[in-house]
């Protein structure tokens, strides 16, 4: 039996929001905000603010007084601390992500498309990158290297996560060769590049967005979890090492909640908005999930007796 309730029985307003607005406009929207917001302050915040590691006879002040996060136990600005900070992991983010997306795109999507032994030896190195751990690795690195950049950190946490996108981007693009428009597309005699850039390509870059976005999301936190060890950057301000010279600095036990809650906040508030982009490409990319979520029945305007109503008709 067929569902009773129709598009005309519905409120005009949520039929015409729906209409108007796609169904992840509300997610998306919220993370481009909060991305952008934090990454406008990560741009333009340091060159609005003093040294930060400049010490004044001011240890543990609480904000006010002409310091609008307080300072740190030697005196130190956590607003200028907190600006530079965001600017040093969303350079972090940014660099692991641009390079995942160029590893990943070639030893996957290339190694795909090619086939035979390349793809072979593309598929074989990228299993062997994927059983290496990262942690161990910097582990390592910061035994001989005692003096450890933002770059070097990025550099290695893209050595080491590249490969799971890689494997995705893989098996998607074994799909994707073997579709009509493909097959058709080598009977006609295209130049082979000419496939991968304008045939295949295409249908992959919101798996790409997706696979970068993530990629930022675990450079952020494992940078911050590695900071927070004593692993991370040297001589730079991260997020992570915010946290771990608050840890030193007992601001928990003494009760300084300005020094280590804003850049736990920023990770929380980052790493969130960019669930939620990662969310909505997911979306993009499988319209199946759209109909399993709460936004989609408010759009259509169902009360959850006409729901049940419905339901009870299709059963």
Do not use: C
């Not at 936004?295 to 007796?305: C, F, I, P, Y």
């Amino acid at each position: 039996m067929a569902i009773t309730t129709s598009t005309s029985q519905l409120p005009t307003d949520a039929v015409r929001r729906r209409r108007i607005l796609p169904p992840m406009t509300l997610k998306l929207g919220i993370g481009l905000a909060l991305t952008g917001l934090i990454t406008l302050f990560g741009l333009i915040g340091p060159l609005l603010v003093g040294d930060p590691s400049a010490v004044r006879d001011l240890g543990l002040t609480p904000p006010g007084n002409g310091f609008i996060l307080g300072t740190t136990q030697t005196g130190q600005d956590v607003f200028a601390q907190l600006a530079h900070a965001t600017r040093g992991s969303l350079t972090i983010g940014v660099v692991v992500g641009a390079i995942t997306l160029v590893l990943s795109a070639f030893f996957g999507v290339v190694g795909a498309f090619v086939g035979g032994w390349v793809d072979e030896a593309f598929s074989l190195f990228t299993n062997v990158m994927l059983v290496i751990p990262g942690l161990p690795l910097v582990i390592v690195i910061s035994s001989y290297v005692p003096n450890k950049s933002v770059w070097l950190v990025a550099v290695v946490l893209a050595i080491t996560s590249w490969a799971g996108s890689a494997r995705v981007l893989r098996g998607f693009t074994l799909s994707v060769r073997s579709r009509d428009y493909v097959l058709a597309s080598r009977v006609s005699g295209e130049r082979r590049w000419r496939i991968l850039l304008v045939e295949i390509l295409p249908n992959l870059i919101p798996l790409l967005a997706s696979q970068v976005v993530f990629a930022v999301i675990f450079a952020i936190l494992g940078e911050a979890g590695l900071s927070f060890l004593g692993l991370g950057a040297s001589g730079s301000f991260t997020w992570g090492t915010m946290l771990f010279y608050a840890q030193n600095g007992l601001s928990l036990r003494l009760g300084a909640w300005w020094w280590f809650v804003p850049p736990g906040l920023a990770i929380a508030l980052f790493g969130a908005a960019l669930s939620l982009i990662n969310f909505s490409i997911d979306e993009i990319i499988n319209p199946k999930l759209r109909s399993q979520t709460r936004a989609d029945r408010k759009r259509w305007g169902m009360t959850r007796e006409q729901l049940k109503h419905a339901r009870e008709e299709t059963a």
